[in-house]
């Protein structure tokens, strides 16, 4: 069988600060939104007994990391000025690194990975791929787990009109390029997770043309995190709303999976786990 048909993959050692993760099977990260205009609809705003009850319910579903944000990143979404964002998120992360999982941060702020890491979190996720003056240095002397991610422009206006010459090689040159970066800043390999950036400054074609060879970027050796739950690409494809995307929300991830990728962030937390469970049954029979 074709290797890309299978959901097991070589071994990878990620490490994210009090976890050693062996990735070879792919892990489902629930994401837990601190906003009030997430485009999933589902935030919850900066009310800590409610955070707890979601990454309670993720993980009771089968979820094996959490993966917390309190900015949206949709096209149009609220800015958030760094101290709300950090009073947002610094309790809920205290809260949340006592349910021994790896605990993640989606934030794009130099200051706030430093107080989430300060507050307990194992994985920052930037999807602007540390890019900001003194991301870098927020992370490299810590022993966090960093996911790359890629985006083309900023999330206020990053829709209005994505262009690439080749998407897939620009997307690949671009992650490569941050990872030397983030070695040469003293960051090991084994803390580094890379994301194409599903939906960030690309159009359904170059989202598709992602999906379809998200091999290309397994194939340095890293592993790869796909972000496709709830995504209006699923939308244009289904014509359905962001609340009745279920269905192709479970089949974008195990497609992902199929590809190579090794984490999926996900809203849909009990349909994805079922999902991969039939995927590692088929290739197991
Ligand atoms: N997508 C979103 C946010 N963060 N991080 C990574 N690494 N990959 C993604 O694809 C990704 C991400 C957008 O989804 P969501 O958090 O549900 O929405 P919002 O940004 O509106 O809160």
Known sequence: MPARFTCERAMHSFHCGR???????????????????SFSGDGVGSDVAAALAGAEAALEAG????????????????????AVEIARLVPVVEALARLGVPLSVDTLKPAVMR?????????????????????????????CGLC?????????????????????AE????????????????VARERIVLD????????????????RTLDTFAAGGLPVLAGLSRKSMLGAITGRPVAQRLGASVAAALLAVQ???????????????????????????
């Open 115 to 143: 107080a989430a890491l300060a507050a307990g979190a194992d994985l920052i996720n930037d999807v602007n791929g540390f890019r900001a003056p003194g991301a870098l240095e927020a992370v490299a002397g810590t022993d």
């Open 259 to 285: 590809r190579g990728a090794r984490i999926v962030r996900v809203h849909d937390v009990a349909a994805t786990v079922d999902a991969l469970k039939v995927l590692r049954a088929v290739d197991e029979a």
């Open 196 to 211: 194409p950036g599903f939906g960030f400054g690309k159009t359904l074609a170059h989202n598709l043309a992602l999906l």
């Open 171 to 186: 997307v690949d040159a671009f992650l490569t390029e941050r990872v030397q970066a983030l070695q040469a800043a003293g």
């Open 19 to 37: 976890f050693r993760l062996d990735l070879s099977r792919p892990q489902v990260m629930a994401i837990i939104n601190l906003t009030a205009d």
């Open 148 to 168: 790359v991610m890629h985006m083309q422009g900023e999330p206020r206006t990053m829709q209005a009109a994505p262009q690439y010459g080749d998407v897939v």
């Open 63 to 82: 979820a094996q990391m959490l993966d917390i944000g309190a900015e949206s990143t949709r096209p149009g979404a609220e800015l958030v000025a760094e």
